[in-house]
């Protein structure tokens, strides 16, 4: 038997955890709506209630993989840069649809072009320059339903600070993920992501208590169906399958998204952001065409 023969019974279990990941995680924003409670609870629900299956699990059988101060304080960031992602995001649904919140934020793929030409100096292609205009022009256009309503426009800027907060904890990922064990990497970054996010309730008064069953269903459903089954799907596939395969496959989250949002919560999917949506998604998939070839 070849080593490649050996290896496609993982490949098809990660394209079937991909599958369930995305379907997953597209749920988010639905128990995000149901919730009954201020987004800094909503988050920390979210990423505490995940810490207590995960840290047990990193404890117990950390894995193999080699450990350095530098790759745990990468994990560390990564998991605060993920806290302010589920702020700034879940924040964001309090003031605009489902359908153009999730656009928004699902732009991440290419504000982490943007970083990297800040911070790498790593210049961007013509192509990956395209998708960022392409992008550009659909959020834009998504926008622009808004400004009418200051309400409206504000949830759109926290998608946009969603996505890039999404960047930068993906770019911190996976430096922190070439040395550490898979199980550790979770253990520290949804640690660190649940202890700043609980830090956030503390300070600011935010009520974490007190709530209705719906509330309660909607922080499980987020912590094992959006976080452990579907951010920890993405991040165990990203480890057997390309990573343009599954930034490509990630494209489908925002439309399974207004689907559902349309479909549980009867909330419409306008002209605007219908148009937007289409230069975001042909944007996000020029994009990870880009990455492929260096861009």
Not at 12 to 23: E, S
Not at 155 to 162: E, P
Not at 225 to 237: D, F
Request: glycine share 10%; net charge positive; charged share 10%.
């Amino acid at each position: 038997m070849t080593a490649e023969s050996e290896r496609e019974p993982v490949r098809l279990a990660a394209f079937l955890v991909l599958a369930i990941a995305l379907i997953a995680v597209s749920h988010g924003a639905i128990f995000a709506r149901l919730a009954d409670a201020a987004p800094f609870a909503i988050a920390a629900w979210r990423l505490g209630l995940a810490c207590l299956v995960v840290i047990p699990v990193a404890l117990l059988a950390p894995g193999r993989g080699q450990w350095s101060a530098r790759a745990v304080a990468l994990a560390a960031g990564a998991g605060f840069m993920l806290a302010l992602h589920f702020a700034t995001w879940i924040s964001s649904l309090d003031h605009t649809t489902i359908a153009r919140s999730v656009l928004l934020v699902s732009t991440a793929p290419i504000w982490v072009a943007v970083l990297q030409f800040l911070l790498e100096r790593k210049r961007p292609t013509p192509v990956a320059l395209l998708a960022l205009a392409l992008a550009s022009v659909g959020a834009l256009i998504v926008g622009s339903g808004g400004l009418k309503d200051p309400a409206a426009v504000t949830g759109d800027l926290l998608a946009i600070a969603g996505a890039i907060a999404m960047a930068g904890y993906l770019l911190l990922s996976r430096a922190s993920q070439a040395t550490l064990p898979f199980r550790g990497y979770l253990g520290i970054a949804y640690g660190t992501a649940a202890a700043f996010l609980w830090f956030a309730v503390a300070v600011t008064g935010t009520a974490a208590t007190g709530f209705d069953a719906t509330t309660w269903w909607a922080f499980a459903g987020m912590a094992v169906v959006s976080q452990l089954i579907g951010h920890s799907g993405y991040n165990w596939s990203l480890r057997h399958l390309q990573p343009l395969f599954v930034a490509v496959a990630l494209i489908g989250e925002p439309v399974i998204a207004a689907c559902l949002g349309w479909w549980l919560l009867d909330e419409p999917v306008d002209g605007r952001t219908g148009l937007g949506g289409l230069f975001i998604l042909a944007g996000i998939a020029l994009g990870a065409r880009a990455a492929r070839r260096g861009g």
